[in-house]
């Protein structure tokens, strides 16, 4: 447990109560489902620019189809995770948001090598990701204990 001594008092962190990881494992999935959709739904508008670009550039501008999906969910986790909520919409509405056990806040930059690190982390350990959260300290992902970030309730 870590605390800081401020005035005389002393000052303990919101991430040291356990209380403040109940039913996180379970917000994460469900706000990572919330997520996808929404990135999904985003999607649309871009492959509309891009179908309309590879028909005035012969065919050309649609091998833009190849990033889609990574350069607007890097986009979305930038802006949102990396912004000050510290969480991407799905999260939002799940309660959580992302931690940095330092306690300095989650930037873009970091928001994207968390999320790359998942996906990364999904292609080679798929069931390792989520079997770590049974028994890491504060239900961290293995991502999370590379990062020093920790998925926190936002409501406590």
């Not at 991430?15 to 990135?39: E, K, W």
């Not at 670009?53 to 189809?65: P, R, Y």
């Not at 080679?124 to 991502?143: A, G, M, N, W, Y």
Request: charged content about 15%; some cysteine.
């Amino acid at each position: 447990m870590t605390a800081r001594v401020l005035d005389g008092e002393i000052i303990v962190s919101r991430l040291d109560d356990a209380r403040a990881y109940d039913g996180v494992r379970t917000r994460r999935i469900l706000a990572f489902c919330i997520d996808y959709l929404i990135i999904g739904l985003l999607m649309i508008p871009f492959a509309i620019v891009i179908f309309f670009l590879g028909i005035l550039t012969l065919g050309l501008g649609w091998a833009l189809f190849g990033i889609l999906f990574p350069l607007v969910a890097l986009v979305y986790v930038w802006t949102t995770l990396g912004g000050p909520n510290q969480a991407t919409t799905g999260m939002r509405i799940m309660g959580i948001r992302l931690d940095r056990l330092d306690g300095r806040p989650t930037d873009g930059l970091l928001a994207v090598v968390h999320s790359v690190l998942f996906w990364a982390g999904n292609v080679v350990l798929t069931p390792l990701i989520l079997l770590v959260t049974l028994f890491s300290d504060r239900k961290r992902t293995l991502h999370d204990l590379l990062l020093g970030t920790v998925v926190s309730r936002s409501d406590r």
